[in-house]
């Protein structure tokens, strides 16, 4: 089993930032992959971004079309934390960020991902 625990959510204004992590622990070995889904009320959940986590391959990720050029993903391997740099944050960027942890490819799809964290909650005002 994987642990998955966010942590870096909070309030701020349009036009701030936020810095979100995620520390997984347990049995790490084969989780390639860690991502970011999010979910707003009403709304289904939407992958944000997914970065392959092993130091063999870098900058082996991708980001859904809404947060490019605002949101960068990152990991340190060593220690299996994933990072996701929210910058020009937008009010419709409100909403649960989840963490995500699996082995199925570079994929912004949730059923590609087998391990979830609990969620850390972004509210960005207007």
């Known amino acids: 089993q994987v642990q998955l625990v966010e942590s870096g959510g909070g309030s701020v204004q349009a036009g701030g930032s936020l810095r979100l992590s995620c520390v997984a622990s347990g049995t790490t070995d084969g989780i390639d992959y860690m991502a970011w889904f999010r979910q707003a009320p009403g709304k289904e959940r939407e992958g944000v971004a997914t970065i392959y986590v092993p130091q063999s391959f870098t900058n082996f990720l991708t980001y859904a079309d809404s947060v490019k050029g605002r949101f960068t993903i990152s990991r340190d391997s060593a220690h299996h934390t994933v990072s996701l740099q929210m910058n020009s944050l937008r009010p419709e960027d409100t909403a649960m960020y989840y963490c995500?942890?699996?082995?199925?490819?570079?994929?912004?799809?949730?059923?590609?991902?087998?391990?979830w964290g609990r969620g850390t909650q972004v509210t960005v005002s207007s």
């Open positions: 995500a942890a699996g082995d199925r490819g570079l994929a912004l799809a949730a059923d590609r991902y087998t391990f």
